[in-house]
């Protein structure tokens, strides 16, 4: 297949590239130069955001007046609406397909448990400038894919994603605290279920999906209950040589003093609605599909090798904040909280 990657340099969207490439697929990925591309690609350069920032997609054409063809064209953006809109439009006559990689945030507040595809979502503009609201940037950008390809336009909806090239910095934290050792705050239970996606299945399951033809939203997370904290944290201590001892800490002894779920404590959420919404969903119509998801100790190792070759330096997305507890406040905590 002949497949235009926009981005298609760093985490998800590299993931995918690397995917296409491993089957023999013709690969161009149009992005901004911030990042290299990988090997064995066509390179278009432009910026989507900039006036005339899509004229590179018109070059190669061929002798064709409305430039290349593509089977299918992947989209990771994360920011205005407007973006997707103008990209898709400009595409619409040139590819089969359109892949938006969504989010499972498109979903209104609080999420039922086992709530579909169908639950009810925020509203979304497809013409909004603004990129503000992550939720409502997303929804927007299944509306701008959808309006222009209409059941071409396939739209992933991942929710916590992990793995090699993490550049949030959610899982290489967790890896770079273990790898210090000590006593290490866990927070409980340690039987608190968890539902995410390896980039890499992602990868796989979506590739396979523009093959079969498939358009719509899928929800594309693993099942739920695919693994646990405890589950998550003892392979994160095995994968970096077993120096830390993890301190198991109750939820609510850790919201009491203050900690903040998600942010300092990357990944955790305590039980409750927002767990609920983050790791409840129904995943049924992508695992009929095919979606297949690794084993966390799977991700957590070859994630810990990606990391230690980059000496614990993970990249870092500079539009996302730093996650982690600090040394010290970490250090405070074990003073103060009852742990086991």
């Known amino acids: 297949m002949r497949l235009l990657v926009l981005g298609g340099t760093e985490f998800v969207g ?31 350069h432009g910026d989507r955001t900039a006036p005339d920032g899509l004229l590179a997609l018109n070059s190669g054409a061929s002798g064709q007046a409305a430039g290349p063809y593509w089977d299918a064209v992947i989209d990771t953006w994360t920011g205005a609406p407007v973006a997707v809109r103008d990209a898709a439009a400009a595409l619409a006559s040139r590819a089969e397909h359109y892949v938006y990689v969504s989010s499972r945030s498109v979903h209104s ?10 639950a009810p979502l925020v509203d979304g503009d497809p013409d909004d400038k ?12 299944e509306l701008a ?60 399951w ?27 944290l003892d392979a994160v201590v095995s994968a970096t040589g077993n120096r830390a001892e993890p301190q198991w800490t ?9 900690v903040e779920p998600w942010s300092e404590l990357p990944i955790w959420v305590p039980p409750g ?10 995943v049924s119509k992508a695992h009929a599909e095919g979606l297949r998801c690794r084993p966390a100790a799977e991700t957590v190792a070859a994630t810990w ?20 507890l600090a040394p010290e406040r970490e250090a405070e905590l074990l003073r103060q909280l009852p742990t086991t």
């Open 130 to 141: 603004e990129d503000g609201d992550y939720a409502r940037a997303k929804r927007g950008g």
């Open 206 to 232: 979506t590739l396979d999906a523009l093959e079969r033809g498939l358009g719509g939203a899928y929800n594309t997370v693993s099942e739920r209950g695919h693994t646990t904290m405890g589950a998550l």
């Open 14 to 44: 590299r993931a995918l590239v690397d995917e296409a490439l491993a089957r023999g697929w013709e690969v161009t990925v149009f992005h901004r130069g911030r990042h290299p591309a990988p090997p064995g690609v066509t390179v278009l």
């Open 305 to 324: 090798q990606w990391l230690h070759a980059l000496h614990g330096q993970a990249p870092h997305r500079p539009d996302r904040p730093q996650v982690g």
């Open 145 to 204: 894919a959808t309006a222009a390809f209409g059941e071409r336009a396939l739209l992933p909806r991942p929710g916590l994603v992990i793995g090699p090239g993490e550049n949030i910095g959610r899982l290489p934290w967790w890896l770079n605290r273990a790898a210090r050792g000590g006593p290490m705050l866990a927070p409980g239970p340690r039987s608190l279920p968890l539902q995410y996606i390896d980039a890499r299945d992602l990868a796989t």
């Open 273 to 282: 609605e927002l767990h609920d919404t983050l790791h409840g969903a129904d």
């Open 109 to 118: 507040h609080p999420t039922a448990p086992g709530a579909d595809e169908s």
């Open 250 to 258: 109750a939820p609510d002894t850790l919201l009491l003093a203050g």
